[in-house]
């Protein structure tokens, strides 16, 4: 919350002390690569360049295919609800019950 602080009154901000923003540095959590957090979690077992070139490469696609999921998702929503509003064949209620 330190990084959201008012910037209209400068007299209600806080002060910094040198040490306060080393102890903000330290307590951030060390980022990882994919090469570290592998051999930490499988250390039983050898995992070559290539393996790890595999694994990247399995993770980046399937981050992207989820990507392109929920931008085709999010588009057939706004057009599905524009169709809905602007058509007058959709002008009526169910009943549910």
């Known amino acids: 919350m330190e990084c959201a602080r008012l910037i209209a009154n400068p007299y209600h901000l806080k002060y910094e002390k040198e040490d306060d923003i080393e102890e903000h540095i330290c307590n951030n959590p060390k980022k990882i690569s994919l090469v570290d957090y592998l051999n930490d979690n499988y250390k039983d077992i050898y995992l070559s360049n290539y393996n790890i070139k595999c694994i990247n490469k399995i ?27 602007t058509s007058d064949k959709f002008d009526f209620c169910l009943p549910f019950d």
């Open 59 to 85: 993770i980046n696609s399937y981050i992207q295919e989820i990507t392109d999921l929920r931008i085709i998702n999010s588009v057939l929503d706004n057009i599905i609800e524009k169709v809905i509003e």
